[in-house]
């Protein structure tokens, strides 16, 4: 299937993000925010919730439209070795211990993204990724913290802003730690909603 330039997709996210990774890959998009409550269940483990997140956005967002849109959704979370989920930081203490408990350790990134059209799911995905930071000292993350940056980030860290300087090692996609498996989402765009790379030349 070609690209249909009548082809409508809406992104169901925020993300400022995820909104650069779609730019540059010259996907035409209109953004519409979906306000889930974003919290996880009892005995939840992180594939779940991510999975349940994107589903959920994507509903939401998808009851506002009836024209046949497609509705892409994603949310990205950080889980520790010991399945513990890291989310957004409420306040500086909360991103600090976030911070001590990923130094020295190897912790994974989980994205979950849906791609729905007329209330109906096309496609969920659950992608993960590796990330090992080195040792960080108690001075380095203080200095982070009072960057601003880890107030708006899973896990208290942007892999692609300051904190780059504490990761040892990715194994697994890169773009999926930014907050969207995009090569994964390509593939998924072009096969179930028809929509090609480079489709349009929007400055991002």
């Known amino acids: 299937m070609k690209s249909n330039n009548m082809t409508k997709i809406i992104l169901a996210s925020a993300s400022p993000r995820r909104k650069q990774m779609l730019l540059a890959s010259g996907i035409p998009f209109t953004v519409v925010v979906s306000n889930i409550d974003e919290v996880p269940k009892e005995n939840e483990g992180g594939h779940d919730y991510v999975q349940r997140n994107a589903r959920e956005k994507a509903l939401a967002v998808n ?64 992608i993960e990724t590796f990330v090992t930071f080195r040792n960080i000292s108690n001075r380095e993350i203080e200095a982070y913290i ?27 996609s890169y773009t999926n730690v930014m907050g969207l498996p995009l090569s994964h989402v390509l593939i998924d765009l072009e096969k179930f909603v028809g929509v090609e790379t480079f489709s349009t030349l929007e400055d991002f």
Do not use: W
């Open 146 to 172: 009072m960057t601003g940056e880890p107030f708006d980030k899973a896990g208290s860290y942007g892999i692609q802003g300051r904190a780059m300087g504490f990761i040892e090692s990715v194994k697994g």
């Open 63 to 126: 009851k506002q439209f009836k024209n046949g849109e497609f509705i892409l959704s994603a949310d990205t979370i950080v889980v520790t070795k010991e399945d513990k989920i890291l989310e957004k930081p409420l306040n500086h203490d909360h991103a600090k211990s976030m911070l001590q408990m990923l130094s020295g350790n190897t912790h994974l990134v989980l994205s979950g993204y849906s791609i729905y059209q007329n209330n109906n799911e096309i496609i969920t995905r659950v």
